[in-house]
């Protein structure tokens, strides 16, 4: 688990009464909370175990490592998703996942930018077998992916970026 960063606890509040301080929404809870921070810092869990009444810290560490959907790690402003699952791999997922490492500079086993810009995900499916192999960026699904074509979608995002004045 990287180290929480500044957590705003009237965000908090307001996400938690938004939800009625219920337990029944903790998923809920935490998915807004993770919109916000783009994962789940753990000050802000800790919080949230204190406030909700029936609930503890440890049951809302417990529900985040549960369920894939939620990050303990700080995720990059840019979330790719490459699918790896049967269709995608059968049909090259694997070069352009390697091609998206080499192209960001990510270590196997590292899954966000130093700079915060990027982070890469594994996934088993998108739901878009036939467009295989399949990467997101974001919420925009970019079909049919070589390692040439992740490289240009890439360098396309990377000169908005520096055009935006962000390094």
Request: glycine residues 8%.
């Amino acid at each position: 688990m990287t180290t929480s960063t500044a957590v705003d606890f009237r965000k908090l509040d307001e996400i938690l009464q938004n939800y009625g301080y219920q337990k029944s929404n903790l998923i809920a809870i935490l998915q807004k909370v993770q919109e916000v921070y783009k994962y789940l810092p753990e000050d802000a869990m800790t919080y949230i175990g204190n406030k909700i009444e029936g609930l503890s810290p440890a049951t809302v560490f417990g529900v985040a490592t549960f369920y894939a959907q939620f990050s303990l790690d700080p995720k990059g402003k840019y979330e790719i998703k490459c699918c790896d699952g049967t269709a995608c791999h059968v049909r090259g997922s694997m070069p352009v996942l390697n091609a998206v490492r080499q192209k960001l500079g990510l270590k196997e086993g590292q899954t966000t930018t130093a700079d915060g810009m990027f982070s890469l995900e594994t996934v088993s499916c998108l739901g878009a077998c036939g467009l295989a192999p399949v990467v997101m960026i974001n919420e925009k699904v970019y079909p049919q992916m070589t390692s040439d074509a992740i490289s240009i979608a890439l360098n396309e995002i990377i000169e908005k970026e520096n055009a935006n004045g962000n390094n």
